[in-house]
């Protein structure tokens, strides 16, 4: 249940029973009381112009951010994705607002599709000189493989055990997001990727709960596999999201995956915490929270996306 300052905050401006509000986070933000929400996990634009979508021509502000520190507890953590072509920018703007950057996780896959223009081909096309022959082969850009997830927190006083016994917040969850081995023996004699673990027998999680999350995740596909055939086990893994993940009718083109947001959300949000997300897109994050029993606040300026996340979190 929310409690009495956010239950007047969700009264007073019209944010639905189900948590979520459409319109401008600008707008929106500084509506919210102080120091009410347990954690910020959001997928915001990289500004990148990804698609020519007029929403994604640059990272959020530090304005924007500012806002996010004020309304988190102290100790609160917020977790942003980014690009790596503007990650930089964007934990710039995080830091300039006043969060302390702890670290960066990297979500790792090998699905991704190389878009980079064939420097051979162009000048081929523009002058059909030898010149073409010489540049065969020279690219653009990279293969993407990585999107990295900025985390950060907002500054407390005193030692942190205190902010957590008087706020809740400022830890990770590390043994509610440790990694097992169950699902890796399963895979292991996989087809798909050829059984190429060998033996489980080293390295065994601590005590039987899982090995203590990494700042590493990745996709399971044979690609990334490959490249760890004797630690991928070691990190939690969690593939791009599938149809059924994203839901009928979902056209939001930066869906992420289901599984993905819930490891994510436990690990910086006490039970029954509030999670916020400004940047709610379909609403992944919001999906994932529900299913892990936490409380959601989302906020998008899209109207198409807004409906697309009350289809996916219709209990929300």
Known sequence: MLNNKEQIFMVRFGISNTGMCLGD????????????????????????????????????S??????????????????????????????????????????????????????????????????????????DGWRSALKPALEPITVARKPFKGPLFRNVQEHGVGAFNVDGCRV????????????????????FTNDKPRSGVGRYPANLIHDG???????????????FYCAKASAADRGAGNKHPTVKPTDLMRHLCRLVTPPEGLILDPFMGSGSTGKAALLESFRFLGIELDQGSFETAQRRCPSA
């Open 25 to 60: 986070c600008n707008e929106i933000l500084p509506l919210i009381p102080d120091a009410c929400v347990d954690s910020v996990v959001t997928d915001p634009p990289y500004g990148i112009s990804f698609m020519g979508k007029h929403w994604d021509h640059g990272v959020p």
């Open 62 to 135: 530090a304005d924007v951010w500012a806002e996010c520190l004020r309304v988190l507890k102290p100790g609160g953590h917020l977790l942003s994705f980014a690009g790596t072509r503007t990650q930089h920018r964007m934990a710039c703007n995080i830091e300039d607002a006043g969060f302390e950057i702890r670290d960066m996780i990297a979500w790792v896959y090998g699905s991704g599709f190389p878009k980079g223009a064939d420097v051979g081909k162009q000048i081929d096309k523009a002058a059909g000189t030898d010149d073409a022959k010489k540049w």
């Open 180 to 199: 097992g081995t169950e699902k890796w023996e399963k895979i292991r004699g996989s087809n798909a990727i050829g059984g190429i673990y060998g033996d």
């Open 221 to 235: 596909g044979a690609e990334v596999l490959s490249i760890l055939p004797e630690g991928a086990d070691r990190f």
